[in-house]
């Protein structure tokens, strides 16, 4: 059966509020308008933090004492159902999947050398978890390719690991779309990419 239409038996549901927003990025919006796009039914999404989705519902709710309307997503790899208020959309992050000619781009920052990252490990934490926060998908994936090398040549410490493994979900889940793949898929897809382009990195003395 097709990954993408994987029913779950008992989804987790959580509800957007203003106060869930992070301030550091309301903050950030300060100087910045974000763009609110118009979403309906059906629309495949991507919500920073949570991985790619479809809205299943567009509707008026009345919730935290106000009615408003709301786009309720699906987000299939965690089995989770968001609702967002169409108002917040943009400060949120909530954006269309990535098209073909991004898919491209995507691919090659994959299969790209390392980065420069911090050596202090609570640094290089940081550095990176600031990086999946921005919900950009080029810091995305720029971060699940310097830690999928990292654990090919040094092996990652067990936060490290958590990291590696959300933000691979959070990626592959988009790439199930974009890619027209089930999620089994795009899994094996984004983990095949990543280790054979690690492997290609390794000086040969060190392969040795």
Same mark, same amino acid.
């Given at each position: 059966?097709?990954?993408?239409?994987? %029913?779950?038996?008992? &989804?987790?549901?959580?509800?957007?509020?203003?106060?869930?927003?992070?301030?550091?990025?309301?903050?950030?919006?300060?100087?910045?308008?974000?763009?609110?796009?118009?979403?309906?039914?059906?629309?495949?999404?991507?919500? &920073? @933090? @949570?991985?790619?989705?479809?809205?299943?519902?567009?509707?008026?709710?009345?919730?935290?004492?106000?009615?408003?309307?709301?786009?309720?997503?699906?987000?299939? @790899?965690?089995?989770?159902?968001?609702?967002?208020?169409? $108002?917040? %959309?943009?400060?949120?992050?909530?954006?269309?999947?990535?098209?073909? $000619?991004?898919?491209?781009?995507?691919? %090659?920052?994959? /299969?790209?050398?390392?980065?420069?990252?911090?050596?202090?490990?609570? /640094?290089?934490?940081?550095?990176?978890?600031?990086?999946?926060? +921005?919900?950009?998908?080029? $810091?995305?994936?720029?971060?699940?390719?310097?830690?999928?090398?990292?654990? @090919?040549?040094?092996?990652?410490? +067990?936060?490290?690991?958590?990291?590696? +493994?959300?933000?691979?979900?959070?990626?592959?889940? $988009?790439?199930?779309?974009?890619?027209?793949?089930?999620?089994?898929?795009?899994?094996?897809?984004?983990?095949?990419?990543? +280790?054979?382009?690690?492997?290609?990195?390794? &000086?040969?003395?060190?392969?040795?």
């Amino acid at each position: 059966m097709d990954g993408r239409r994987r %029913a779950a038996s008992n &989804p987790k549901e959580d509800t957007i509020s203003d106060t869930d927003i992070d301030p550091e990025l309301l903050e950030d919006l300060e100087a910045v308008i974000p763009v609110n796009i118009d979403f309906e039914c059906g629309d495949q999404v991507v919500y &920073p @933090h @949570h991985g790619a989705g479809v809205v299943m519902k567009k509707e008026m709710r009345k919730m935290f004492g106000a009615e408003r309307e709301y786009l309720t997503i699906k987000i299939l @790899h965690n089995d989770m159902t968001v609702m967002v208020p169409c $108002e917040n %959309a943009g400060i949120a992050g909530l954006r269309r999947i990535i098209d073909e $000619e991004m898919v491209k781009k995507v691919l %090659a920052v994959l /299969r790209a050398d390392l980065s420069e990252m911090p050596k202090n490990w609570n /640094r290089r934490f940081k550095h990176n978890r600031d990086k999946i926060k +921005t919900g950009d998908i080029y $810091e995305l994936s720029e971060v699940v390719r310097n830690l999928a090398i990292r654990e @090919h040549e040094k092996g990652l410490s +067990t936060g490290e690991k958590q990291m590696y +493994t959300r933000a691979k979900k959070i990626l592959a889940s $988009e790439l199930m779309y974009a890619l027209e793949k089930s999620d089994d898929e795009s899994e094996a897809y984004l983990d095949d990419l990543l +280790t054979t382009s690690a492997a290609s990195k390794i &000086p040969e003395s060190a392969a040795k």
